[in-house]
């Protein structure tokens, strides 16, 4: 399914919130994997049970996503009207294509499917903060 229509609410102030958003999501990633200790699971201090991952390997991943939010902003901000279904199968292609990079960033290994999946579907959710500040300025 290809974009919605761009909506004549896109303003400088929306781009600048969409990229703001992202950049938090991007950051969170990061966060989540820096924090230390976290038993079991790959931290800066070690892999844990994940003997095919190494902190490197989220850290790439994480740039390789960062260019993807964005694009689930601007999705969901130009998918207000459209019914939930229609948006999930919009977002699809864009999740699945954010996953090719995060797996070619990462020589197959699976760092970050779930953040996808997850902020994929709150950034296209933070529609209703774009679309509000760019009307109410």
């Known amino acids: 399914m290809s974009m919605p229509a761009t909506s004549t609410k896109t ?17 969170a990633m990061l966060t989540e994997v820096n924090l230390s200790p976290k038993p079991g699971l790959v931290d800066r201090i070690n892999c844990g049970a994940h003997k095919d991952m190494a902190l490197e390997d989220f850290h790439r991943s994480a740039l390789a996503i960062q260019g993807w939010l964005p694009r689930f902003i601007e999705f969901g901000a130009c ?3 459209m019914a939930p279904e229609a948006v999930l199968n919009g977002l699809r292609p864009i999740g ?8 070619r960033a990462t020589a197959g290994v699976n760092t ?3 953040s996808i999946f997850s902020l994929g579907l709150l950034c296209a959710a933070g529609k209703l ?3 509000f500040s760019s009307t109410s300025r």
Do not use: Q
């Not at 699945?96 to 797996?103: L, V």
């Open 129 to 131: 903060a774009v679309c």
């Open 112 to 114: 970050h499917k779930g």
């Open 96 to 103: 699945m294509a954010c996953e090719g990079d995060m797996f």
């Open 79 to 81: 998918s207000a009207e």
């Open 11 to 27: 303003t400088k102030l929306a781009t600048s919130l969409i990229d703001e958003y992202a950049l938090l999501g991007w950051r």
